[in-house]
């Protein structure tokens, strides 16, 4: 077995132990491998190992890794998550090429995603990404701008918002890296309470995990634990 079929092996026993303890459903968590940095070998071991959804941040670099991956396997029933910064003239490849984006904070950039999204295409699941630390240097719409901003984009055609998403401080201690996902979590409590449809908490990183599980996540987006140590950030 290669050593990425190995440690994805590791990090499934790690959310089902996290999810057992949380008393919840290991079937209700899904994870994302995050690959930036990684080639499209490295994606293609993890195929090969049984996984389907991969999360990129950088659109140059994601869109040459999918077109290899797409190569090699063209019939592969792969999902392809955006979870970067989005610079607005680069909206229109985003909106073709993925099945997700995590990282919606503003509605211009919501917009322009559901009119570049080609007709016959499912709509694109969007996550909007909230910073739950306050601090004004951290990406994400400030909590109380999301409401507001999660019906606009019920709004729009080619989207569907699907939930929440949050890169928490980073944090050693549990009960610390929890306080942060539960300000998501009743986030999303809140607005679901006020009738907006949300299904998803997209939370939780290779250090932080098994917090953001207890917390509810349901997406968790691990990259080093499965691929190793990145040559940037
Ligand atoms: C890089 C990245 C991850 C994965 O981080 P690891 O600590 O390597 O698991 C998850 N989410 C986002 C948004 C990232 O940029």
């Not at 079937?27 to 999360?55: D, H, M, N, T, Y």
């Not at 950088?58 to 955006?82: C, N, R, S, T």
């Not at 917009?111 to 570049?116: C, F, G, H």
């Amino acid at each position: 077995m290669s050593t990425i079929a190995h440690k994805l092996q590791a990090v499934d026993a790690t959310i089902r132990a996290a999810s057992n303890t949380a008393g919840r459903d290991r079937a209700s968590i899904q994870l994302l491998a995050v690959s930036k940095s990684f080639p499209a070998e490295a994606v293609l071991e993890a195929i090969a190992a049984g996984q389907r959804a991969f999360g990129e941040n950088y659109l140059q670099e994601a869109l040459d890794k999918m077109a290899a991956v797409a190569a090699a396997l063209p019939a592969a029933p792969i999902e392809w998550h955006f979870i970067g910064p989005i610079q607005s003239n680069k909206t229109r490849p985003i909106a073709a090429g993925f099945n997700w984006v995590h990282t919606v904070e503003r509605l211009k950039i919501a917009q322009r995603l559901s009119e570049q999204r080609p007709a016959g295409m499912a709509p694109l699941n969007i996550c909007i990404q909230v910073n739950t630390s306050g601090e004004a240097s951290k990406s994400g719409a400030a909590a109380d701008e999301v409401e507001e901003l999660a019906r606009q984009i019920t709004l729009l055609p080619n989207l569907k918002l699907r939930g929440l998403m949050t890169i928490p401080e980073l944090e050693t201690d549990e009960a610390r890296q929890r306080a942060g996902f539960a300000r998501l979590r009743l986030l999303a409590d809140g607005l679901r309470a006020g009738g907006i449809e949300l299904d998803t908490l997209s939370m939780g990183m290779s250090a932080d995990l098994a917090a953001a599980i207890a917390e509810g996540a349901t997406i968790v987006r691990v990259g080093s634990a499965i691929f190793g140590v990145r040559n940037y950030d």
